[in-house]
């Protein structure tokens, strides 16, 4: 079972306003994915890190998103201000090495509803 | 970019039948990616069912196999005699060299 945290389960913002969302990955994992799921089950890859490196990240990333892994602290994704399409759920995960063959350990994920 | 279209859901077998849920990839990334099969189980997180790496190979879990078809890109999930407690959504994925890419669930109920 992995063991991945998240927090929060559920977040609720008005449109305009940030949401931080907060994962600890697996104890020895350097590696952390962040994922974004629609209503529509669909998966959205949005970055990953190693370390405190940022690996890959998509263009929506690099607008209203910002994220970070800082050492010895928990992984954090924000959204610096929320629109009604941003919900969805946010799914962490945490991998042993870079390289899409290694098992990503997925957390529970933070769902978040823009009103 | 890469995409994965599997089997429309909902599913819905009884139990002890057979089941295949399809799954074809499309790897514009990389020559052969890596194959997965996620499920998620009512109230439970996204887990790894099983992953191939190697094209030709197959890949079995909990009476589940998926065998990874570079020809036909596909990889299909099966199982023989499926249970109540196989009911869940499944999720097929490809990996490049980080990043996975899912297809967008089945939802599969087995009647008792």
């Known amino acids: 079972n992995s063991k991945v945290i998240q927090t929060p389960r559920y977040l609720v913002k008005g449109q305009g306003q940030k949401a931080k969302m907060r994962c600890i990955p697996e104890k020895g994992h350097p590696v952390v994915f962040w994922y974004q799921q629609n209503k529509n089950n669909e998966f959205k890859f949005l970055i990953n890190?190693?370390?405190?490196?940022?690996?890959?990240q998509i263009d929506m990333t690099e607008k209203r998103f910002s994220a970070e892994c800082p050492s010895n602290s928990p992984c954090s994704l924000e959204i610096q201000s929320s629109e009604a399409g941003d919900s969805a759920l946010y799914l962490c995960?945490?991998?042993?090495?870079?390289?899409?063959?290694?098992?990503?350990?997925f957390g529970p994920g933070t769902r978040l509803t823009v009103l | 970019g890469d995409s994965v279209t599997q089997t429309e859901g909902p599913v819905t077998v009884s139990e002890s039948e057979s089941l295949i849920i399809n799954c074809t990839y499309s790897?514009?990334?990389?020559?052969?990616?890596?194959l997965f099969w996620y499920v998620r189980y009512p109230g439970e997180g996204l887990q790894l069912l099983l992953k191939?790496?190697?094209?030709?190979q197959k890949g079995s879990s909990r009476g589940f196999e998926a065998t990874y078809n570079k020809e036909t890109t596909s990889f299909h999930l099966q199982k023989a005699s499926v249970q109540e407690s196989d009911s869940a959504v499944y999720y097929c994925a490809l990996g490049d060299t980080g990043k996975l890419t899912f297809g967008d669930g089945t939802v599969l109920t087995v009647k008792p």
């Open positions: 890190f190693q370390n405190q490196e940022v690996l890959q």
């Open positions: 995960a945490s991998s042993l090495r870079t390289g899409g063959f290694y098992e990503q350990y």
């Open positions: 790897a514009t990334s990389i020559a052969y990616p890596n």
């Open positions: 191939v790496i190697t094209a030709g």
